[in-house]
Nanobody
Protein backbone atom coordinates (compact mmCIF):
# COMPACT_ATOMS: atom_id res chain seq x y z
CA UNK A 1 0.00 0.00 0.00
CA UNK A 2 1.43 3.33 -1.08
CA UNK A 3 2.07 5.90 1.61
CA UNK A 4 3.57 9.38 1.47
CA UNK A 5 4.38 11.16 4.71
CA UNK A 6 5.36 14.83 4.74
CA UNK A 7 7.22 16.48 7.58
CA UNK A 8 9.06 19.69 8.37
CA UNK A 9 6.25 22.22 8.35
CA UNK A 10 6.47 24.95 10.95
CA UNK A 11 5.89 28.60 11.81
CA UNK A 12 8.70 30.73 10.40
CA UNK A 13 9.34 34.46 10.09
CA UNK A 14 9.42 36.20 6.71
CA UNK A 15 12.81 35.74 5.11
CA UNK A 16 13.37 32.46 6.91
CA UNK A 17 13.95 28.97 5.58
CA UNK A 18 12.40 25.53 5.97
CA UNK A 19 13.07 22.13 4.50
CA UNK A 20 10.15 19.82 3.94
CA UNK A 21 10.58 16.09 3.52
CA UNK A 22 8.30 13.48 1.99
CA UNK A 23 9.06 9.85 2.74
CA UNK A 24 7.52 7.27 0.44
CA UNK A 25 6.67 3.65 1.17
CA UNK A 26 4.94 0.93 -0.80
CA UNK A 27 6.02 2.23 -4.22
CA UNK A 28 9.07 1.85 -6.44
CA UNK A 29 10.12 5.38 -5.64
CA UNK A 30 12.68 5.79 -8.42
CA UNK A 31 9.98 5.22 -11.06
CA UNK A 32 7.89 8.17 -9.92
CA UNK A 33 7.84 11.83 -10.80
CA UNK A 34 7.54 13.59 -7.45
CA UNK A 35 5.76 16.86 -6.96
CA UNK A 36 5.12 19.40 -4.25
CA UNK A 37 1.78 21.19 -4.18
CA UNK A 38 0.31 23.69 -1.78
CA UNK A 39 -3.13 24.90 -0.77
CA UNK A 40 -3.72 28.18 0.99
CA UNK A 41 -6.98 28.87 2.87
CA UNK A 42 -9.79 29.60 0.44
CA UNK A 43 -7.66 28.78 -2.60
CA UNK A 44 -7.24 25.84 -4.93
CA UNK A 45 -4.35 23.47 -4.59
CA UNK A 46 -1.50 24.57 -6.86
CA UNK A 47 1.68 23.01 -8.14
CA UNK A 48 4.85 24.33 -6.49
CA UNK A 49 7.30 22.21 -8.44
CA UNK A 50 8.22 18.74 -9.65
CA UNK A 51 11.25 16.53 -10.04
CA UNK A 52 11.34 13.82 -12.69
CA UNK A 53 12.85 10.36 -12.44
CA UNK A 54 15.97 11.75 -14.05
CA UNK A 55 16.22 14.69 -11.67
CA UNK A 56 14.89 17.46 -13.91
CA UNK A 57 13.04 20.10 -11.95
CA UNK A 58 10.38 22.66 -12.79
CA UNK A 59 8.93 25.36 -10.56
CA UNK A 60 6.03 27.73 -10.54
CA UNK A 61 7.21 31.28 -11.25
CA UNK A 62 6.38 32.54 -7.76
CA UNK A 63 8.98 30.26 -6.13
CA UNK A 64 11.73 30.21 -8.75
CA UNK A 65 15.07 31.12 -7.24
CA UNK A 66 13.77 30.56 -3.70
CA UNK A 67 12.66 26.91 -3.59
CA UNK A 68 14.63 23.82 -4.56
CA UNK A 69 13.35 20.28 -4.98
CA UNK A 70 15.68 17.32 -4.64
CA UNK A 71 15.30 13.57 -4.25
CA UNK A 72 17.22 10.75 -2.63
CA UNK A 73 16.18 7.49 -4.25
CA UNK A 74 18.18 5.47 -1.73
CA UNK A 75 16.04 6.95 1.06
CA UNK A 76 12.76 7.04 -0.91
CA UNK A 77 12.51 10.70 0.01
CA UNK A 78 11.90 13.96 -1.80
CA UNK A 79 12.75 17.34 -0.30
CA UNK A 80 11.57 20.90 -0.71
CA UNK A 81 14.10 23.49 0.43
CA UNK A 82 12.34 26.82 0.90
CA UNK A 83 14.36 30.00 1.34
CA UNK A 84 13.40 33.67 1.56
CA UNK A 85 9.94 32.69 2.68
CA UNK A 86 7.10 35.18 2.29
CA UNK A 87 3.72 35.40 4.02
CA UNK A 88 2.08 34.38 0.75
CA UNK A 89 3.89 31.04 0.97
CA UNK A 90 1.65 30.15 3.90
CA UNK A 91 -0.23 26.97 2.99
CA UNK A 92 -0.56 23.27 3.57
CA UNK A 93 2.13 21.61 1.47
CA UNK A 94 1.43 18.23 -0.10
CA UNK A 95 3.67 15.66 -1.67
CA UNK A 96 2.56 13.83 -4.82
CA UNK A 97 3.88 10.72 -6.57
CA UNK A 98 2.93 10.23 -10.22
CA UNK A 99 3.73 7.33 -12.58
CA UNK A 100 1.89 5.33 -15.19
CA UNK A 101 -1.52 6.82 -14.33
CA UNK A 102 -1.00 6.08 -10.66
CA UNK A 103 -1.03 9.09 -8.35
CA UNK A 104 -0.65 9.23 -4.61
CA UNK A 105 -0.87 12.06 -2.12
CA UNK A 106 0.44 12.68 1.35
CA UNK A 107 -1.59 14.12 4.18
CA UNK A 108 0.10 17.53 4.05
CA UNK A 109 2.21 19.62 6.37
CA UNK A 110 1.42 23.17 7.47
CA UNK A 111 3.80 26.00 6.66
CA UNK A 112 3.02 29.38 8.19
CA UNK A 113 5.10 32.44 7.40
CA UNK A 114 4.38 35.24 9.83
CA UNK A 115 6.11 37.70 12.10
Amino acid sequence: QAQLVESGGDLVQPGGSLRLSCAAAGITFSFYKMGWYRQAPGKQRELVGEITRGGTTIYVDSVKGRFTISRDNAKNTVYLQMNSLKPEDTAVYYCNADWNRMRYWGQGTQVTVSS
